[in-house]
């Protein structure tokens, strides 16, 4: 079992930046492929960024590509996603997510956390 617990969110004016973090705690939980998925007002979630447990396979959506960074520190056990450049379209809850499997299809993933709110004004 894993327990993840996001922080971070919060409201920002287009172009501006946001990261969040996760903290994950429970067995082997620094063994488990990360990722973030999120969520907007009356769409499906929506795959963003995974990050292997070492931290050697990335990948992106296409839609955040270029303006957001997931990285991990393992010692910390934490799991983090720089947003840069953010619009309006970013606006959603944003969750984080663990699995041993390396997945980009957001139902996919096994554990989940209780999601952080990143509102962007335009």
């Known amino acids: 079992q894993v327990q993840l617990a996001e922080s971070g969110g919060g409201l920002v004016q287009a172009g501006g930046s946001l990261r969040l973090s996760c903290a994950a705690s429970g067995r082997t939980s620094s063994t488990y492929n990360m990722g973030w998925i999120r969520q907007a007002p009356g769409k499906e979630r929506e795959f963003v960024a995974v990050i292997s447990w070492r931290g050697d396979s990335i990948y992106y959506a296409g839609s955040v590509k270029g303006r957001f960074t997931i990285s991990r520190d393992n010692a910390k056990n934490t799991v983090y996603l720089q947003m840069n450049s953010l619009k309006p379209e970013d606006t959603a809850v944003y969750y984080c997510?663990?699995?041993?499997?390396?997945?980009?299809?957001?139902?996919?993933?096994?554990?989940w956390g209780q999601g952080t709110q990143v509102t962007v004004s335009s």
């Open positions: 997510a663990a699995d041993p499997n390396l997945y980009t299809i957001a139902r996919l993933f096994r554990y």
